[in-house]
């Protein structure tokens, strides 16, 4: 047996609160390739030559590579006088300058990059490694900033496959003035030379100068953007992909948040400063601004969430002109600098958050919990001074990030002084996050095998099925709410995901596999299960910003399908739907011990479902899991009066619930099969679940 539901098919038996379809939106980081090309179709990297900015990590290490950047390739040298990560073009290191001034770059110390050219020298230039997204388009759009002291300086632009194959040039006859020039590349084919098996091609753009006689070559702000992206900004690929895939609201924020001025991205591009990450390392241009980002949500169809920073160097008062700037009329000093930028109407954004992981030591204005509770009633106040209308949700604490707790060992104590000191007068609403990782540690994790006599699926089944514990804690932190005065406290998870710590030759349930679908249908169980407080949540998965990284390249897995299929239903026009309690009978696991983060847990239930029915009362959908990783389970649904009910059966399985999907064309790791079934004339209807698999099933009520 794996479950046995016990269903009421009539509306009076659901909750009188409907499940808000935002639980199924998407967090990212606002930075890095997840934004460029991601979402501002540039491939270039340090395209300013600016000093590329490299931060210490704990372990004594700062090689530039090692940084969560824009960064393609980890082996581009570091030279002297070159601006990290160009390479050098047919010239000794010591033709390289990083000079002050130019056109474009960081604030008060804009560098531009100079190379000498010697006499008889032939040529000298710079080249970076790229990729381009050459099977969706062939046609590219070039722009840099150059200058020459010679009399007739040429500079070859060249877009070439790593054999050295040149599939596209161009040249442009430089002066002795800061010129933009503009060109047009079109690549003769795409190249036979795949980046990790991937859509994009691997290429070299090269800027070369060529001249008759010893002179000095100096280069700024360069850019390559398809020709086809969206209105002269946006990777189009993007765009369909979150539609496809059903997103309805983009989180904006993360750890840059609390380093962000939403002042240096605005207004014309050229006058925009580039920026050290302080957080992640390397630099950020500010192409993406506040505008950017609120016409992309427009374009994608999804509602935006802004994140402001918390620190002292992000005062409350600069949140306030945020809000003007974003909300307010032209009659308002900064809704008169929008329009001036182009945006004459507000954008109404009414969904806003103060502080991002304010308790953690790696985050800039980091503090403790009574200091943030005092200080945030002035950003609230200021805030909503200018909008009265908007919706404020402060920076909370995972209630089992005990890693990060001010008492060391114990559960944080967080978001109880925030609640008390705060209070309902100044928090509308609870961010928290949730990334389960299981045991960081080697020997630890063996010593966990040892003790309770498991094997690393076991391992990976704790943690896939976590989300039955997490949903305890959320109903912990509602009652936590209650006892503070809050009515209702909403809750934002937002960040989440499953990130396993294994052995390298474990298994393990990462994003390519249907184990990790498996978690993110358990998440989404929890969220429509407790939708009363959970209102918004945040899926941390960068796969549908259509960019090659190093760091997680992927093409869109099983867990991207899931959230398709468990959105469907809730973007239904003229239907809400409201979560529909069951009643349920089944087998299940004791969850032991888990490092700090995961605490014991009886009785963990091998299959795990959700069932929500629409306001007309014509359709029931009844989400499961089945989140054994070995066996297969039953589902029997009993339904009482439903004989004759037809039901759609949606069914996502693998053969294999921890194999790798790999495939950037198809599903070959994972596959989707559609059924008919009928109730049985006693109303109940039986499923059989695969190891590792997710259902839906739609029941259309017959009596409708």
């Known amino acids: 047996m794996g479950l046995r539901i016990e269903l009421n098919p009539h509306a009076e038996a659901a909750s009188a609160w409907h499940v808000d379809k935002r639980i199924f939106g998407k967090f990212f980081e606002m930075n890095g390739k997840d934004t460029y090309p991601g979402i501002i179709d540039d491939c270039i990297a340090n395209g300013s030559f600016e000093h590329w900015f490299s931060k210490r990590k704990k372990d004594g290490t700062n090689l530039p590579w090692m ?15 070159l601006a990290y990560p160009w390479e050098p073009v047919g010239a000794s290191e010591g033709a390289y300058k990083q000079l002050q001034d130019g056109v474009h770059g960081k604030a008060g ?23 381009l997204a050459d099977e969706r388009t062939l046609a590219y759009q070039l ?25 596209s040039e161009g040249t442009v006859t430089l002066t002795g003035e800061w010129t933009c020039y503009e060109l047009d590349l079109t690549l003769e084919r795409a190249s036979t030379a795949r980046y990790k098996a991937s859509p994009f091609g691997e290429y070299k753009l090269s800027l070369v100068a060529e001249g008759e006689g010893a002179c000095e070559v100096d280069l700024d702000w360069v850019m390559l953007m398809s020709a086809d992206r969206v209105e002269g900004l946006f990777n189009p690929t993007t765009i369909e992909l979150l539609k496809q895939y059903h997103v309805t609201s983009i989180r904006w924020g993360g750890n840059y948040a609390n380093e962000y001025n939403w002042k240096d991205g605005i207004g014309p591009w050229l006058t925009r400063p580039v920026k050290d990450n302080q957080n992640w390392g390397g630099l950020e241009p500010n192409y993406f601004g506040t505008n950017e980002f609120l016409r992309f949500c427009q374009l994608v169809g999804v509602e935006p969430f802004l994140n402001v920073g918390f620190s002292y160097d992000l005062p409350p008062e600069l949140a306030a002109e945020w809000v003007e700037y974003v909300n307010g009329d032209v009659t308002t000093p900064m809704g008169r600098l929008r329009a001036e930028h182009g945006y004459p109407e507000p954008w109404g954004v009414k969904l806003w958050q103060v502080g991002n992981e304010s308790y953690g030591d790696y985050q800039f204005g980091y503090t403790n919990s009574i200091d943030f509770a005092k200080r945030i009633q002035t950003y609230y106040t200021l805030m909503k001074k200018v909008d009265p209308s908007i919706t404020i949700v402060m920076a909370g604490e995972d209630p089992m990030y005990v890693d990060y707790s001010e008492i060391p060992g114990e559960p ?28 960081r540690d080697e020997g630890l994790r063996h010593a966990w095998l040892e003790k309770n006599e498991a094997d690393p699926i076991f391992y990976n089944q704790v943690l896939v099925t976590y989300p039955t514990q997490y949903e305890v804690l959320l109903q912990e932190l509602k009652a936590l709410a209650s006892e503070q005065g809050f009515a209702t406290l909403p809750l934002e998870v937002g960040e989440w995901n499953l990130e396993p710590e294994t052995d390298a030759n474990w298994p393990k349930a990462e994003y390519e596999t249907m184990a990790h679908a498996c978690y993110v249908a358990s998440m989404l169980n929890a969220f429509i299960r407790q939708g009363d407080a959970v209102k918004y949540a945040y899926q941390r998965d960068n796969t549908l910003y259509y960019r090659a990284y190093p760091v997680d390249m992927r093409p869109v897995n099983p867990g991207n399908e899931t959230s398709r299929f468990y959105a469907e239903p809730f973007l239904r026009e003229g239907s809400k739907w409201h979560h529909l309690p069951l009643q349920t009978e089944g087998t299940g696991f004791d969850m032991p011990q888990t490092w700090v983060r995961i605490r014991s847990m009886a009785s963990i239930p091998h299959v795990d479902a959700a069932a929500v029915i629409s306001d007309r009362g014509d359709e029931i959908v009844v989400f499961a899991v089945n989140r054994d990783l070995r066996e ?8 009482g009066s439903s004989g004759g009910a037809s039901a759609t059966v949606l069914l996502q399985s693998a053969a294999d619930p921890l194999a790798r999907h790999e495939d950037w064309y198809g599903q070959t790791g994972y596959g989707m099969t559609e059924t008919q079934l009928t109730f049985a004339s006693d109303g109940k209807l039986v499923i059989e679940l695969p190891a590792g698999s997710v259902a839906r099933m739609t029941i259309h009520l017959s009596h409708k």
């Not at 804009?110 to 080249?127: D, I, N, P």
């Not at 722009?143 to 599939?167: D, F």
């Not at 978001?415 to 609870?430: E, F, K, M, S, T």
């Not at 297969?632 to 339904?639: E, G, K, S, V, W």
């Open 67 to 81: 940084m969560r950047t824009e960064i393609m390739y980890r082996d581009a040298p570091v030279i002297p006088g």
């Open 632 to 639: 297969a389970h039953r589902l029997d649904i009993h339904a």
């Open 109 to 131: 110390w804009k560098t531009y990059q100079r190379m000498a050219l010697a006499a008889g020298a032939g040529s000298v230039g710079v080249a970076q490694r790229i990729t």
């Open 143 to 167: 722009q840099v900033y150059a200058r020459s002291t010679g009399a007739k300086t040429i500079l070859h632009v060249t877009i070439e496959e790593p054999s050295g194959a040149k599939l």
């Open 412 to 439: 944080p104590i967080w978001n109880q002084r925030v609640l008390a000191h705060a209070g309902p007068a100044y928090i509308d609403g609870l961010d928290i996050h949730q990334y389960t990782r299981g045991i």
